[in-house]
């Protein structure tokens, strides 16, 4: 069975960095792109960045390029999401998807909390 | 890379069909066979209903099927059921340039 596991809930300050990761089962992780999408609290989704594991190619949206960096460790099978500096505005939820194209497998999000 | 339009809001009575629409450009949904639709409850992940424009994951009831013409995507839930109350989006695939933008989601009410 498919499985993307996605690391637990985080309360952070502004300015402090994090790393959320999120882990496949149960397929060949390095085969497929793993993408990273954020919901705000009552909004829609927004896709943020997308990476393939054989290469670490990593497509980003404008939106969030330069703000996040997105990198995988295929011999864990495990992809991650991480801000160097963070903002109130970054307060969200974030889920990881395999992504042939479409976003067959979701984890079970990430919500990041971020206040001072 | 401006996200897809779609309704706010559609809704209909138990047993009706209703159509959810998602309009881009042709260099998302008009360019490619990567159209895909998603449901998603309150406070849960969202799950893909359709994929490739038409196609459906196994496990989807066949209510749901999807169409597309020219730079416009469509969604229709046939035989409404009262699970079938969520937000929908839509994605799509535009190539290397383009490579995944969703609607901006309709939420379906059930009435």
């Known amino acids: 069975e498919v499985q993307l596991v996605q690391s637990g809930a985080e309360v952070k300050k502004p300015g402090e960095s994090l790393k959320i990761s999120c882990k496949g089962f149960?397929?060949?992780?390095?085969?497929?792109?793993i993408a990273w999408v954020r919901q705000m609290p009552g909004k829609g989704l927004e896709w943020m960045g997308s990476?393939?594991?054989?290469?670490?190619?990593?497509k980003y949206s404008p939106s969030f390029q330069g703000h996040v960096t997105i990198s995988v460790d295929k011999s864990i099978s495990t992809a991650y999401l991480q801000w160097s500096s963070l903002k109130a505005s970054d307060t969200a939820m974030f889920y990881c998807?395999?992504?042939?194209?479409?976003?067959?497998?979701w984890g079970q999000g990430t919500p990041v909390t971020v206040s001072s | 890379q401006s996200a897809l339009t779609q309704p706010p809001s559609a809704s209909g009575s138990p047993g009706q069909s209703v159509t959810i629409s998602c309009t881009g450009t042709?260099?998302?949904?008009?360019?490619?066979?990567?159209v895909s639709w998603y449901q998603q409850h309150p406070g849960k992940a969202p799950t893909l209903m359709i994929y490739?424009?038409?196609q459906r994951p196994s496990g989807v009831p066949d209510r749901f099927s999807g169409s597309k013409s020219g730079n416009t995507a469509s969604l229709t839930v046939s035989g409404l059921q009262a699970e079938d109350e969520a937000d929908y989006y839509c994605?799509?695939?535009?190539?290397?340039?383009?490579?995944?933008?969703f609607g901006g989601g309709t939420r379906l009410t059930v009435l």
């Open positions: 998807a395999r992504y042939p194209y479409s976003f067959d497998y």
């Open positions: 149960g397929y060949s992780f390095a085969s497929y792109w």
């Open positions: 990476i393939h594991p054989t290469d670490s190619d990593t």
């Open positions: 042709s260099g998302d949904i008009g360019g490619s066979i990567y």
């Open positions: 490739e424009v038409s």
């Open positions: 994605s799509s695939y535009g190539g290397s340039n383009n490579f995944a933008i």
